[in-house]
């Protein structure tokens, strides 16, 4: 081998790098991830004396630089702006994952349709030719005149388009296709993805143009590539849901511009995602009345309140060891729910299968639905169903109190707004409640989980 050009191995996961393969690697632990790459030292040698030799922009003071707000394109899609923090930034980078056809490109020719009519927009597909962006184009009756469509993965190519025609929004779709010719690695390694996407970072900057880009997931879900590959971009957005169904849920991951605790919530439908203005609505529709093992909770995501309709059920085990399960709602925290109510509230399920589901698709990752999940189960291992017209929420603690949490206020109101007539909340979130919700709404206030079950249960 030549002296300039030498081999490496690389991680695919972390972007570890070695000068031999190891089976497991060092840095994030994970099988079978390394990959040779060769790299022309040589080249590496020219861009640096290049680097050297370039002029560098003088710092200025803090004074000086012009603190004028922040130019935000609006996508025309209110639920993708909510977490966006309202709208597209204008020389920001964004990086839209998703597991496969959960909508990615779907939404972003969306965008493009709004974006179009009044920007020039650039769309790059290093996966689809033109006619088959054509055909997803018709179908979701995407028009603009604005919109520019180019194939091609050559990165330089791209670079080089955007620098003369200067669009003002750029997608890539996605970058796990682009490449550099002088890196020696394959497409979709860990080195062409962190060097294309730093190119593209320091296009959006120098020539203030926002660009998305797309990126896949690995088999855990998460982004591929290297972990660095977050850092580098502004925003991180992330599609959840089941393929299967037609909830979309968009989460935002990292967000520089705006809070990263909203989410957006779609519906795909064969005019393509639609979105969801009152999610609530869409979780608590088609709920049973008068069934047991069925509670509302309310979970807060950024400043919005959501309501989830929250399933459990208690069933006589057939082997020694009962079964646990749960969707969308966290297994261990399930399990210490369990050994709560069986040591302090009496209620057993030690020979019980218990399973709790949580309808719609959507993840309560909050300590304010642990009431809901013990409600669900006690009525169902009761066999008693609970008052209909209800929510709750409160944490669950080791000793079986109801503790207080955060932002009760606004749950109520939305409770209110909805019609529920009552909300069984933490006696500690009630006393430093607004008196006047009180008359709108029945709250009561509980310190454990047998008063809660009490107050709604209807039997």
């Known amino acids: 081998m030549p002296p300039k050009v030498k081999a490496v191995w690389v991680c695919s996961e972390c972007g570890y790098e070695s000068p031999k393969w190891n089976g497991q690697c060092p840095a994030c632990g ?3 991830t390394f990959n040779e790459e060769i790299r022309d030292t040589s080249k590496q040698a020219a861009s640096a004396l290049h680097i050297k030799n370039k002029m560098y922009e003088k710092p200025v003071l803090l004074g000086q630089i012009n603190d004028a707000d922040e130019n935000r394109y609006k996508t025309g899609l209110n639920e993708l702006d909510r977490v966006l923090g309202g709208g597209i930034v204008k020389g920001s980078l964004v990086l839209l994952g998703g597991d496969p056809g959960i909508g990615k490109s779907t939404i972003l020719l969306q965008v493009c349709k709004n974006l179009g009519r009044s920007l020039n927009v650039l769309y790059v597909s290093g996966e689809e030719s033109k006619r088959q962006i054509k055909l997803r184009a018709a179908r979701l009756e995407v028009d603009s005149e604005n919109l520019y469509i180019m194939t091609e993965t ?11 025609n200067r669009p003002d929004i750029v997608i890539i779709d996605s970058i796990q296709t682009m490449n550099h010719r002088e890196l020696q690695s394959s497409t979709g390694s860990v080195t062409q993805v962190k060097e294309c996407t730093s190119l593209l970072m320091r296009c959006a900057k120098e020539l203030e143009i926002s660009i998305v880009i797309v990126g896949h997931v690995n088999k855990d879900g998460g982004i591929a590539g290297p972990k660095v590959l977050e ?4 925003a991180v957005l992330y599609f959840e849901g089941d393929k299967q169904m037609s909830y979309r849920i968009l989460r935002g991951i990292k967000n520089r511009y705006g809070s990263t605790n909203e989410i957006g919530v779609f519906s795909m439908t064969r005019a393509g995602l639609t979105e969801v203005e009152n999610p609530s609505l869409m979780f608590l529709s088609g709920r049973p009345r008068g069934v047991p093992g069925t509670c509302v909770a309310c979970i807060m995501e950024g400043t919005r309140p959501i309501f989830a309709e929250v399933q459990g059920l208690a069933a006589t085990s057939g082997f020694g060891h009962p079964r646990r399960m749960s969707t969308g709602f966290d297994y261990n925290r399930m399990l210490l729910i369990l050994a709560v109510l069986e040591k302090r509230a009496g209620y057993f399920f030690s020979n019980l299968d218990a399973y709790i589901n949580v ?3 959507i993840k309560l990752d909050e300590p304010a639905s642990d009431l809901a999940v013990a409600l669900a189960l006690i009525s169902s291992l009761k066999g008693s169903a609970l008052f209909d017209n209800a929510i709750v929420f409160g944490e669950v ?5 109801v503790r207080a949490v955060s932002y009760s206020e606004e749950r109520v109101i939305e409770a209110q707004r909805l019609g529920f007539e009552k909300c069984v909340l933490p006696y500690y979130s009630l ?3 607004n008196l006047n919700l009180q008359n709108k709404i029945e709250l009561i206030g509980v310190k454990t989980i047998k008063q809660a079950f009490e107050a709604l249960t209807l039997l």
């Open 30 to 32: 994970e099988w079978n």
């Open 397 to 401: 603690g080791l000793a079986g109190e």
């Open 154 to 164: 050559d990165i330089e190519a791209i670079l080089s388009e955007i620098q003369q």
């Open 431 to 433: 006393k430093s409640m």
């Open 231 to 234: 850092h580098i971009v502004d």
């Open 359 to 361: 309808i719609g698709g």
